[in-house]
């Protein structure tokens, strides 16, 4: 059964950093898509950074551009997203997502939706305060 784990979130103060892991078991990261969503209180689950594992290739929304970087570790079956600069506005839940083999990480250079993606973790929590 595919598990992911995800560690690393917090509270910071606007203009903070943290760094999000995302553990994989029973799934191997490499050439697969994986990404970072999150969801604040009475909005939608929005893509935020993504990758493809096969050859490092990544698509960020708008709102985090220049401050966030995803990366991965094969070796450690991670995914990371060092996130910088955070501002209020980026408080929420954040999950790890990720595909099953022969999916379609992304379309036009744009995050993908939720339901592209077949595997979750359970979350965590960033706030960012002014």
């Known amino acids: 059964q595919v598990q992911l784990a995800e560690s690393g979130g917090g509270s910071v103060q606007a203009g903070g950093s943290l760094r999000l892991s995302c553990t994989a078991s029973?799934?191997?990261?490499?050439?697969?898509?994986m990404g970072w969503f999150r969801q604040a209180p009475g909005k939608e689950r929005e893509g935020v950074a993504f990758?493809?594992?096969?050859?490092?290739?990544?698509v960020y929304a708008d709102s985090v551009k220049g401050r966030f970087t995803i990366s991965q570790d094969n070796a450690k079956n991670t995914v990371y997203l060092h996130m910088n600069s955070l501002k209020p506005e980026d408080t929420a839940m954040y999950y790890c997502?990720?595909?099953?083999?022969?999916?379609?990480?992304?379309?036009?250079?744009?995050?993908?939706?939720?339901?592209?993606?077949?595997?979750w973790g359970q979350g965590t929590q960033v706030t960012v305060s002014s």
């Open positions: 990758i493809r594992t096969d050859f490092g290739g990544t």
């Open positions: 029973a799934y191997t990261i490499s050439n697969k898509c």
């Open positions: 997502a990720a595909q099953a083999p022969g999916g379609v990480c992304w379309r036009m250079g744009r995050v993908p939706r939720p339901d592209g993606y077949n595997y």
